[in-house]
């Protein structure tokens, strides 16, 4: 496809699980982003990557959340021993340019 | 530390023009002004950007103010598929977009 592709689509997870969240961006965008999205809120930033390079992470919400990108195309959303607040939508999205970021449809996490 | 400040929701009559604001007064000269829109259950979709002057696309239009603490998103023509939540975003030098709560569109046919 020629958007942004998330998966999975839906995760259901028991507290104190192990999650990983795949984002496939636009081909050539060199440029990727990671949200979280509680319901009823906007997507709040997470991490940056400018190719495989990290170039902002100050948006994860704890240590247990960690983000890659280790050859600059797809990224991996890590959280570990998840919890209940960490229930939300996470939107990917990349860009060529930054001018516009184009979004996944996003991975839907509930933890149980 | 929302940089910016939107009406949590608005309505609007099908075929009618709609104005949404968007207050940004703490506005750096370097901030792009960004608006995006989601539709339920889909990841946020691009509408247009500005930085001083105002746009237009396919879309809609942006009228910035004078003095960039304000900015006001136009649909020329409500249609049902323009219902979902509107953000507006600034767009720092670093190149983080910051989404605030958003106006969500209701279109009344």
């Known amino acids: 496809g020629a958007g942004v592709s998330q998966s999975p689509r839906y995760k259901v997870a028991k507290r104190g699980q192990d999650v990983a969240l795949r984002c496939d961006p636009i081909s050539g965008h060199v440029s990727l982003f990671w949200y979280q999205q509680a319901l009823g809120q906007g997507p709040e930033f997470l991490t940056y990557f400018q190719n495989e390079a990290q170039l902002d992470k100050s948006g994860l919400p704890s240590d247990r959340f960690f983000a890659e990108r280790p050859e600059g195309s797809v990224s991996t959303l890590k959280i570990q021993r998840t919890q209940q607040e960490d229930s939300a939508v996470y939107l990917c999205?990349?860009?060529?340019?930054?001018?516009?970021?184009?979004f996944g449809e996003g991975s839907w996490l509930t933890v149980v | 530390d929302a940089k910016t400040t939107q009406p949590n929701s608005m309505e609007s009559n099908e075929e009618e023009p709609v104005h949404l604001p968007c207050n940004h007064s703490?506005?750096?000269?370097?901030?792009?002004i960004h608006w995006y829109r989601q539709l339920p259950s889909q990841g946020p979709e691009y509408v247009i950007h500005?930085?001083?002057s105002n746009v237009n696309n396919r879309m809609a239009s942006l009228a910035i103010a004078e003095d960039r603490k304000s900015s006001t998103l136009i649909l020329h023509r409500a249609t049902l598929r323009d219902a979902a939540v509107y953000y507006c975003?600034?767009?720092?030098?670093?190149?983080?977009?910051?989404f605030g709560t958003g106006t969500s569109l209701t279109v009344i046919p």
């Open positions: 703490t506005i750096s000269g370097t901030d792009y």
């Open positions: 999205a990349s860009s060529l340019d930054v001018r516009t970021i184009y």
């Open positions: 500005g930085l001083t």
């Open positions: 975003i600034l767009r720092d030098s670093g190149n983080q977009f910051y």
